[in-house]
DNA sequence: TAGATTGTTAATCGATTAACAATC
DNA sequence: TAGATTGTTAATCGATTAACAATC
């Protein structure tokens, strides 16, 4: 239905528009929020147009109600729990965020760890051994899950996440996971980034210098 | 020239090939790789095509001078230096991984922080005023950046990477920083992945269930 | 040979951009 | 009104997929 990079273009934008905010501005132009955002002034006006959200020809969109259209789309009233595998040092980074939520209302509830040295409170969240999986899933009705573990693990926490109902995940691990069609699954590898980003600058330069 | 994606793509292949390698294959082929990295057989074929890599019509691929194509495209044989700026939770995880480079043959030579009880050693990484950043860019050479601060001082930090000549950052704070169009800025924010991830699941739930 | 695989060309698909009418 | 802005339709662009010839 609605593509990926379409989601995550207003998941953008209500984060510009929250600054907007902020700064006390009550109206905004197509052409304003897409620098803010770094889209074209087109693009904003397409994906509003799409989501059925409109402006006023000539004062632009009130951030305001834009905001409520963004939140009642994207952010449920409820806080949705989650649960994070790996208490490595990425594990525990994601942990400390959780100190005012990971992301808007979104909590993540429980932390995961196969190292009983771990398995204790003193990352502000309750690390369990991976036993306990099942019974936590069920009973903070979890259904999505953040993989940070290493990559040699990370094929099978997915295999239990999935028997147990994880329907969503983000994975932090370098490698792409295998599961059913219906479960998704977000891929996020730094190091990749910044190798990707590296060639670009070298490729680049080659260009330009004729070495 | 080539794009983003297709770039990743060609780091993935090599995270995979070199899972094989250690796994003791010799060859593999296109159908036996896209299942791994998750895209297709045909665009395996392509992308190789396009980076001209050729296989044999009935052997596939073979593991080593793949890796050693990739490799010479990607890894440069000197370690890159790179810096970190903001020694928050993502930061000290960041520094942490950089005990075994943070990518292949990438190394974080410096971080920066502004808090003054931070610019020491226990984070294995030598932790700078940033005032000191103009110095340590020249004296190592730098020319690519991680960004882990708040994201209301990520623009602050942004403009003085780029005064000071890099032209490569991955941002993570959860903004679009605003740069001239010569430096390559990949953004991660991983609150907006988790969001976009409920999104689907809920989006999919509201079409099954007709709630 | 027959079957399987590569590699390339053409077709499709979808996202972005451009154009422009509507209108405040 | 004139100018600026929205919103939609058409055009473009590029990436992925399909098809298939070549060949081991």
Chains 1, 2 share one sequence.
Do not use: W
């Not at 502000?124 to 051994?129: A, H, L, T, Y």
Request: net charge positive; hydrophobic share 40%.
């Amino acid at each position: 239905m609605s593509h990926k990079n379409y989601i995550k273009r207003l998941l953008l934008y209500r984060l510009c528009l929250l600054r907007f905010k902020e700064l006390g501005f009550k109206k905004v132009f197509s052409h304003t929020l897409g620098n803010e955002a770094g889209v074209s002034a087109e693009q904003v006006r397409k994906d509003f147009s799409q989501c059925e959200i409109s402006g006023n020809k000539k004062a632009g969109y009130n951030i305001e109600s834009l905001l409520i259209t963004l939140n009642e789309k994207f952010i449920r009233s409820e806080v949705r729990n989650i649960i994070l595998i790996g208490m490595g040092n990425m594990g525990r980074a994601i942990a400390n965020y959780n100190n005012h939520y990971i992301g808007t209302n979104v909590f993540i509830v429980a932390a995961f760890d196969i190292d009983p040295s771990k398995q204790n409170q003193k990352y502000g969240i309750q690390v369990f051994s991976l036993d306990k999986l099942s019974a936590v899933i069920q009973g903070f009705k979890v259904n999505t899950a953040i993989i940070a573990t290493p990559a040699i693990s990370a094929q099978n926490v997915c295999n239990q996440l999935v028997e147990n109902g994880i329907k969503g995940i983000l994975n932090l691990a370098p490698l792409i996971l295998k599961a059913p069609k219906d479960v998704i699954i977000s891929n996020v590898n730094l190091s990749a980034e910044i190798e990707a980003i590296i060639y670009y600058l070298n490729g680049r330069k080659d260009e330009l210098d004729v070495e």
